[in-house]
């Protein structure tokens, strides 16, 4: 460890202690022996014994390393004040520096020091001042008799005198010393006012006890009326200013005490006798005691309003601490928000107050939102739906993809997709959401709708037309009935099925006689009109489940499932009567027209289309050839109705 210049070498700092410490104790003792001795009682041989006093003083602050000074300095004082032999002093010595010592030790293992409280100046009375002088006598008690006790003085007075000596330099000295050893907090020294205060208490004070203790005759008695005016100056010092001042105040009241005492003067020298010093030592002493235990009460009080101060300032710092992690916490999540592409927003639920919205949310809303009175329904195109959302957060906690029609501060409506959470903080309810505007994918939707509806009114005609197509090309546009086309599709599926129910199916050709000359003496139109009414008069004549179609030119194929050969040729003949009897409206012509028609029944004159159709055609010839107006069956039925 490298030590600066300036630094003091431990050895030498250590023999300076010493030879100053034993300084101290001979100037002391040398001061002591001029105090006034008893000559009347002969029990306090000696004075107030102030090597006693500051002997403790030092073992209390340097602890044993003022142990060689301490006992230098009382061997020295006993040798050449006292005048001792040497070897008695050096002995008796030990024990005056022994006895200090050991009561420091013992009160700093007790944590005896500060007096801030009151149970400790109690311990240091007991321990340190009582303990250290009965010590400190009883050791010198076994050399007393070393041709060093004073003639005519017994022992045991000899004893009681250096104990109550030592008892009292060390009560004395204490509170002067105490200034070394006290701690307590500056605040006091920091204050102007009080500063001022201190320095005028401290040296009028001083003068006061310059007069009192120096100037005044002793034989007034004023003088000595006035020391009690100290002690308020002493606890006004102690309570108002720092401790160390009153101390102070204390060990300058006892040295002027003295230096009156010495001088023959002052209150504390009241007479050359004993009773007057012991009166001024015993004042002396309970000042000393009132101090002690008034600046130990004032010094408890004092740290604990430090130790609250302080706790207080460390509260204080935690809870700036705190606010300022909050507030950078607030901050980041603030830039967080900020920075979201997504529109958000914070209101109360009750009463939907906003209470902060992100810049896309103003910018979606087109207004400054931070902290006005708005609130979220007044951007709702309808308020109540407003109200659903807020029951659903009451019961749920939280909405998701909730579709609703809001508004801009412009009056610009647009549909948004609202996402709500629930909050606690502070006792009160929060909303976070997050606002999606779905204006364009709404438009997107109408627009698909609106082709789809568009689409499917398309197929819904596509239909029809190919419905209608599927008619046209199996019906006959003159006269509405189904054409051959049809006949030929139909006539297959229908001989199967009629077949696979063991049913028959009746095949009717018939066939308008003459028509060339109704056109050649009408006009083709007038052909076509009769046509077309004697396509209706078939259609009107037949079961729905009959099938009636135009087979060619002026010839009709009718096809009737599940009727007999008896009973289709009985229709047969009813149909030729009635056609025979029958006027057409045609154009401006009223005519009469007569039918052939030949019959072929399935599965009697065939059972496939060909067999059935040639069959009917043939009986149809046959009734032409046999002079028209007339019902034939097919060839091979002859026979079996006959
Ligand atoms: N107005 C009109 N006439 C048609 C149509 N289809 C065929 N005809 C006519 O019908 C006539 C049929 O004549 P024919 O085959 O000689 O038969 P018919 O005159 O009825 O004599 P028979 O059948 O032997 O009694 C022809 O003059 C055709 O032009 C049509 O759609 N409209």
């Given at each position: 460890m490298s030590t600066s210049g300036k630094t003091v070498k431990p050895w030498l700092a250590s023999a300076g202690g010493t030879l100053?410490?034993?300084?101290?104790?001979w100037l002391s003792a040398l001061l002591s022996m001029q105090l006034p001795r008893s000559v009347d009682f002969g029990v306090l041989a000696l004075p107030l014994w102030l090597p006693a006093g500051l002997a403790l003083a030092i073992a209390m602050h340097w602890g044993w390393r003022s142990a060689g000074g301490l006992w230098l300095g009382m061997a020295v004082s006993n040798a050449l004040v006292l005048h001792y032999a040497?070897?008695?002093a050096l002995l008796i010595a030990l024990g005056q520096s022994g006895a200090p010592?050991?009561?420091?030790?013992?009160l700093r293992r007790q944590q005896a020091l500060p007096f801030y409280r009151l149970s400790r100046v109690l311990m240091f009375l007991w321990c340190g001042v009582l303990g250290s002088a009965l010590l400190s006598v009883v050791w010198s008690g076994f050399f007393l008799d070393a041709g060093i006790l004073p003639a005519g003085v017994e022992r045991w007075q000899c004893l009681l005198a250096r104990g109550l000596g030592e008892l009292s330099g060390m009560l004395a000295l204490?509170?002067?010393a105490l200034f070394l050893l006290q701690a307590e907090p500056a605040r006091y020294s920091r204050n102007p006012a009080r500063w001022l205060e201190s320095m005028l208490l401290l040296w009028v004070s001083l003068l006061l006890a310059v007069v009192e203790f120096i100037v005044a005759d002793y034989r007034h008695g004023v003088a000595a009326s006035l020391w009690p005016l100290f002690f308020i100056a002493l606890m006004w010092v102690a309570f108002r200013c720092r401790l160390a001042l009153a101390y102070w105040l204390h060990s300058g009241i006892v040295l002027l005490a003295f230096a009156g005492v010495l001088l023959h003067n002052g209150a504390a020298y009241q007479d050359p006798g004993l009773s007057g010093m012991a009166a001024a030592g015993m004042l002396l002493l309970?000042?000393?005691?009132?101090?002690l235990v008034f600046g130990a009460l004032v010094a408890e009080r004092r740290f604990t309003e430090d130790w609250l101060r302080r706790a207080n300032q460390t509260l204080e710092g935690k809870v700036v601490e705190r606010t300022r992690q909050l507030a950078e916490s607030?901050?980041?999540?603030?830039?967080?928000?900020?920075?979201s592409p997504f529109p958000l927003a914070m209101n109360n639920l009750n009463g939907g107050g906003l209470i902060y919205a992100n810049a896309q949310a103003e910018s979606l809303f087109k207004c400054r939102l931070d902290g006005l009175q708005r609130r979220v329904q007044d951007f709702y195109v309808d308020p109540a739906e407003r109200e659903g959302i807020s029951a659903l957060l009451r019961s749920q906690g939280a909405v998701r993809d909730h579709e609703v029609q809001l508004h801009d501060a412009e009056g610009r409506q647009f549909w948004a997709l609202v996402s709500c959470a629930v909050v606690h903080s502070d006792q009160e309810l929060y909303v976070i959401s997050g606002i999606n505007d779905i204006s364009e994918r709404k438009r997107l939707e109408r627009s698909l709708h609106a082709a789809n509806d568009a689409l499917r009114q398309h197929v819904a005609e596509i239909e029809s037309l190919q419905v209608g197509l599927r008619e046209q090309v199996r019906r006959d546009p003159l006269t509405g009935l189904f054409n051959r086309r049809y006949l030929d599709e139909i006539l297959p599926r229908l001989l199967a099925h009629m077949l696979a129910l063991d049913g028959t199916v009746a095949v009717m050709m018939l066939d308008a006689d003459h028509f060339k000359r109704i056109n050649d003496s009408y006009g083709h139109q007038c052909g076509d009109a009769v046509l077309a009414a004697l396509g209706a008069f078939l259609r009107d004549r037949f079961r729905s489940g009959d099938i009636v179609c135009r087979y060619g030119g002026e010839e009709f194929c009718i096809l009737m499932p599940g009727i007999a050969l008896e009973a289709a040729s009985h229709k047969a003949e009813q149909l030729c009567a009635a056609v025979r009897q029958l006027p057409i409206q045609a154009l401006e012509h009223q005519l009469h027209i007569t039918l052939s028609i030949g019959l072929s029944v399935?599965?009697?004159?065939?059972e496939d289309p060909e067999s059935l159709i040639h069959a009917a055609d043939a009986a149809l010839y046959q009734a032409k050839a046999l002079g028209r107006d007339q019902v034939r069956l097919a060839s091979n039925t002859q026979r079996v109705l006959s």
């Open positions: 100053a410490s034993a300084a101290g104790l040497w070897p008695a010592l050991l009561a420091a030790s013992m204490t509170p002067s309970v000042q000393s005691l009132a101090l607030e901050a980041r999540l603030k830039l967080m928000a900020d920075a399935c599965p009697l004159h065939g």
